[in-house]
């Protein structure tokens, strides 16, 4: 492990890598020689990358052979490893769920008591029935879950959902959510002070590419007479920029608004008499 450099391990191929690359990627940080090998070097930014399954990047990261990595808190929380879950990243949402044949009654979770249930997520399920006071039988799966009940093979499934499409077409239905997952930024415990000051950089690269992501940039035109109200609606991050119109009475309004609040607030501007909205997406936003 180097103390000049970030490690960071990310999956080589599956659902997380592309999200994973355009993330580095939205930080500066490009890969140079792509994710064929084992390793590459990034460009703009001090990092080194190991392309991993992503079932083994907890235990590289708590050996210190990766210093970070990326994957899904799923995953994290299954491998139980000692790292440290440092940033949700917003992309790869799913959920753990319990389903079972569509036309079987679920009275509740008892329903559950002495059956066969298949995963690949014995630890988690394991850890769910615990909590729950409940006793079934745990059938450890590696990929394809979701046929064996059609196939007598178990009573119900304990597996990540998304859409649902899988469940639906293999006859199933979600009776329990049991996690919310999304792809985190993990790190070791034990980085060293300029490694650990290289994650901060990037951490803070990170943050500002969400936050962006979140805020959009907007401009109008405004009657002088419904200033006030215009830039109580829209504050910006400290106040709004404010430039007259050549036309008299009139002026330009700039200033950046959150996705939340998007919808509800173009309606007021409207109504205040706002004119010529437009809104453009911000790439990076640095408070
Ligand atoms: P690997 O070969 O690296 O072990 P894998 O088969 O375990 O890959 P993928 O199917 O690529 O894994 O899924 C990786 C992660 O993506 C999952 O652990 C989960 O966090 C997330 N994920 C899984 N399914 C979905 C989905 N349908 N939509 C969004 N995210 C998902
Ligand atoms: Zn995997």
Redesign the pocket.
Same mark, same amino acid.
């Given at each position: 492990m180097k103390n000049d450099t970030l490690t960071m391990a990310i999956?080589?191929?599956?659902?997380?890598?592309e999200d994973s690359v355009k993330l580095l990627k939205q930080c500066g940080i490009r890969i140079q020689n792509g994710n064929n090998n084992l390793k590459a070097i990034a460009n703009g930014f001090p990092m080194e990358l190991i392309f !991993?399954? %992503? %079932?083994?990047i907890p235990q590289y990261v708590e050996d210190g052979v990766a210093d970070a990595g990326i !994957? +899904? !808190?799923? &995953?994290v929380l299954e491998k139980n490893k000692d790292v440290e879950v440092i940033q949700p990243l917003g992309?790869?949402?799913?959920r753990l769920s319990v389903a079972i044949p569509r036309a079987m009654d679920y009275p509740g979770k008892e329903f559950l008591n002495g059956k066969r249930i298949a995963t690949?997520y014995p630890v988690l399920l394991d850890k769910f029935l615990k909590e729950n006071k409940l006793n079934a039988e745990i059938h450890p799966i590696s +990929?394809s879950v979701e046929v064996t009940p059609g196939l007598g093979l178990a009573d119900a499934i304990f597996e990540?959902? =998304? =859409?649902g499409g899988?469940l639906l077409s293999n006859g199933l239905k979600e009776t329990e959510t049991v996690l919310k =997952? &999304?792809?985190v930024l993990i790190a070791g415990k034990n980085l060293s002070e300029p490694v650990n000051k290289l994650l901060q950089q990037l951490l803070f690269r990170i943050r500002s590419v969400q936050k962006a992501a979140n805020n959009k940039y907007i401009l109008l035109n405004a009657p002088e007479e419904q200033l006030d109200n215009i830039i109580s609606l829209i504050p910006g991050i400290k106040s709004p920029t404010i430039m007259p119109l050549a036309e008299k009475g009139w002026y330009s309004l700039h200033s950046v608004i959150s996705e939340d609040d998007f919808w509800g607030v173009i309606d007021k501007l409207k109504e205040a008499g706002a004119q010529g909205i437009l809104v453009a997406p911000i790439e990076k936003m640095v408070t």
């Open positions: 999956q080589k191929s599956g659902r997380l890598s !991993l399954r %992503d %079932d083994d !994957l +899904g !808190l799923n &995953e992309f790869s949402r799913c690949s +990929g990540i959902v =998304s =859409s899988t =997952s &999304e792809a």
